[in-house]
């Protein structure tokens, strides 16, 4: 068990099909982002780039374990961070 | 007897109670509202609601727990203050009786550790736990004490009358507004309420620390087998140096019952540095030599991730505002590897401040700073102040535990080496490979410091 994908299937989502609670609001900050840490930070693979200059980087909040991290290590602040609302996102069971 | 522990254990269920329907009236005020159903936010509605006070309990999960992982151990004694005899109304995963630490390379151990049977005896030392269950169970208590717990509920805001806060709003889908004369913030690490509130300074990547972890189911016996220990009991290991990749962090195993969680973190900015995921981390160390043969034919069966807050006695903001008080992770009270104890003592202050506040109908600062006073009195805050400046040394010092690691693993390996050669060289080329590792002067340097803090 060594793909994310793999792991991140074991995981409990509930998620909220008419809100999303983390969005990249202004991808220009984005494109003039040299790091991207969002992209190697998030433990669960939540955003996403086709390395291709110009292209926005993509949010799959559906698979948000909602650590918040994202929103620290964002150099630009362009990650709004959020959690979903009551009932909706990850449920943790094995502790 | 002992393998038949967990028999004998009932699961607490939670009371179920009917979700106020979004267009109900307003709902009438309540004495305290607490965000975040938590070791910190449970503790506090349940001594608050103890005392007579009409307390809402709010939590964005569907059952306490759901929205947290990693790790995790109670340290029984301090719990045993407040709640006594706690490990018989709930469902605990191991005796915790085997405490170890392991420093490694990228193929060696040197380890410490203390294992007795004497920290098998009530009250235990520690516990292993899933936190749903011990959260569960610290919400229900709070539940028949008298609060109303109300699950998937997310607080969107904290409504304030000028400076004086007043209630909390709750998103959508209930989008209903609570009034409350307290409002008490247990949300968790990523406090989002208190910052955007304006009460708090914004949280910084280098305060805060990233956890992953995943839980290995393997059979109890086999868990026992390779801990080496007696039916029941448990296994704690803390993990230093290779884990985190040459960065300032640690890893952790904890055994379950009928798995294994192990977890390792690290700083945010540190992962923004190195340019890997926590999940990277994890699998760095499941193929470590000395931890794959523990792991061996388990099953994955959860992965997952948190934060929590490292920044130590100086990063902890503001506790006490206007009808408005800040406890657990919230608060930044985590000591080193110490956290839900903190948080249960917090709400428990917490919720001691709340009463005199009620008694004297009076929740401005100066009445709740009673909470500030509690905790500076208390060990929660004195044991932080002692080790205040490990967080600027680990900051400062970015190389120390990755380097004296495998300056430790290095010299280990060479004592250990029977070479034909006389003693005293032996030592003089011991001493050679680990000041070349780093100079004697930088070593002496590094002790110095690590002494100073240690000696707070």
Not at chain 2, 88 to 110: C, G, K, M, P, Q
Request: proline share 7%; net charge positive; glycine share 8%.
């Amino acid at each position: 068990m060594s793909k994310l994908a793999a792991k991140i299937a074991l995981v409990e989502f509930r998620p909220d099909e008419t809100w999303q609670h983390v969005v990249i609001a202004d991808q220009e900050k984005c494109r003039r982002c040299p790091d991207k840490n969002c992209l190697r930070v998030c433990p669960s693979g939540v955003f996403a780039w086709d390395n291709i200059p110009g292209h926005p980087v993509l949010v799959s909040y559906r698979q948000c374990i909602e650590c918040g991290a994202c929103r620290l290590a964002c150099p630009e602040g362009a990650v709004e961070f959020s959690y979903p609302h009551g009932g909706y996102g990850v449920v943790f069971h094995q502790g | 007897m002992m393998s038949d522990w967990f028999k004998t254990k009932k699961p607490h269920k939670l009371p179920t109670r009917a979700q106020p329907a979004t267009d109900a009236p307003a709902p009438r005020k309540y004495d305290a509202v607490v965000v975040g159903a938590g070791p910190a936010g449970a503790s506090a509605a349940y001594f608050m609601a103890r005392d007579g006070l009409d307390v809402l309990l709010l939590e964005r999960g569907p059952f306490p727990g759901a929205k947290t992982c990693g790790g995790a151990a109670i340290i029984a004694e301090q719990a045993h203050e407040l709640f006594p005899n706690f490990w018989e109304e709930f469902s605990y995963e191991r005796i915790v009786t085997r405490l170890d630490y392991w420093w490694l390379s990228e193929d060696s151990a040197v380890t410490a550790g203390f294992t007795s049977s004497r920290l098998s005896a009530a009250p235990y030392n520690r516990l292993s736990v899933k936190r749903k269950n011990l959260y569960t169970w610290l919400a229900a208590k709070a539940v028949a004490a008298g609060a109303t717990l109300l699950l998937g509920h997310h607080v969107a805001g904290v409504l304030l009358d000028g400076y004086q806060a007043v209630g909390v709003r709750v998103a959508p889908p209930q989008s209903t507004d609570y009034l409350a004369d307290l409002v008490i913030l247990a949300d968790g690490a990523n406090s989002l309420l208190a910052e955007r509130a304006g009460l708090i300074p914004p949280v910084t990547a280098a305060n805060l620390s990233l956890y992953a972890k995943e839980t290995i189911a393997l059979p109890p016996a086999t868990i026992e087998e390779r801990f080496c220990l007696p039916p029941g009991q448990g296994a704690a290991i803390g993990l230093i140096g290779y884990p985190t990749a040459g960065y300032n962090g640690t890893g952790s195993i904890h055994t379950f019952h009928d798995s294994i969680n192990i977890s390792a973190g690290m700083s945010v900015s540190a992962y923004a540095a190195g340019g890997f995921s926590p999940g990277d981390l994890l699998e760095r160390i499941k193929k470590h030599p000395r931890i794959q043969p523990l792991l061996d034919g388990g099953v994955t069966t959860e992965y997952g991730a948190a934060m929590i807050p490292e920044g130590g006695y100086h990063a902890i903001p503001p506790l006490v505002h206007p009808g408005l008080l800040i406890a657990g992770d919230a608060a930044s009270l985590v000591n080193g590897i110490h956290g839900i104890n903190l948080a249960m003592w917090s709400g428990f202050y917490a919720a001691k401040a709340a009463f005199e506040a009620k008694k004297n109908r009076d929740f401005s600062i100066r009445k709740l700073s009673l909470y500030r006073t509690l905790l500076d009195e208390s060990f929660i805050l004195q044991n932080m102040r002692t080790n205040a400046k490990a967080a600027t040394l680990q900051r400062d010092r970015p190389y120390l535990f990755d380097l004296y690691s495998r300056l430790a693993n290095e010299a280990a390996y060479q004592m250990v080496r029977a070479y034909p050669m006389p003693v005293k060289d032996k030592r003089k080329f011991i001493w050679r490979k680990v000041t070349s590792l780093q100079p004697v002067g930088k070593i002496a340097a590094d002790i110095w410091q690590v002494l100073k803090v240690v000696k707070g």
